[in-house]
């Protein structure tokens, strides 16, 4: 993607969508009892990171935040395998993927 194409919006806007973007991902975590929800919540404010990290790349034009979105999207789909096996096997045990049910796994 050309540079100026990015640089024709001013830097405000992507802040203030990335800031929307993390505030309902958050809510998300916050609010929702489902573990699938839960998750998708936070691949949002992952994702609302990696958007103003490669805005202020392109707009200081150095590659590094580029380089970091891409260390942040290998770390994402790692939590996301890892935490989706952890659902599956709640959800075998227990036949819900609500977070208040985990409260059996207690000892």
Same mark, same amino acid.
Request: net charge neutral; proline share 1%; aromatic share 12%.
């Given at each position: 993607? &050309?540079?100026? /194409?990015?640089k024709t /919006?001013?830097?405000e806007?992507? *802040?203030?969508?990335?800031?929307? #973007?993390?505030? *309902? @991902? *958050? *809510?998300?975590?916050?609010? +929702? +009892?489902? $573990?699938? =929800?839960?998750?998708?919540?936070?691949?949002?404010? #992952?994702?609302?990171t990696?958007l103003?990290?490669? $805005?202020?790349?392109?707009?200081?034009? &150095?590659?590094?935040?580029?380089?970091?979105?891409?260390?942040?999207? %290998?770390? !994402? $789909? $790692?939590?996301? !395998? %890892?935490? #989706?096996? =952890?659902? %599956?096997? /709640?959800? +075998?045990?227990s +036949?819900?993927? &609500? /977070? @208040?049910?985990l409260?059996?796994?207690?000892?």
């Amino acid at each position: 993607m &050309d540079l100026e /194409i990015i640089k024709t /919006i001013p830097l405000e806007h992507y *802040i203030y969508f990335s800031t929307a #973007l993390f505030c *309902i @991902g *958050i *809510i998300g975590v916050l609010m +929702r +009892r489902n $573990a699938l =929800i839960m998750f998708m919540c936070v691949e949002l404010m #992952l994702n609302a990171t990696n958007l103003l990290l490669t $805005a202020f790349s392109a707009y200081n034009g &150095d590659a590094s935040g580029q380089v970091f979105v891409f260390f942040i999207m %290998v770390v !994402a $789909a $790692a939590e996301v !395998a %890892v935490g #989706l096996a =952890i659902v %599956v096997m /709640i959800y +075998r045990n227990s +036949r819900s993927t &609500d /977070i @208040g049910l985990l409260s059996k796994l207690k000892w």
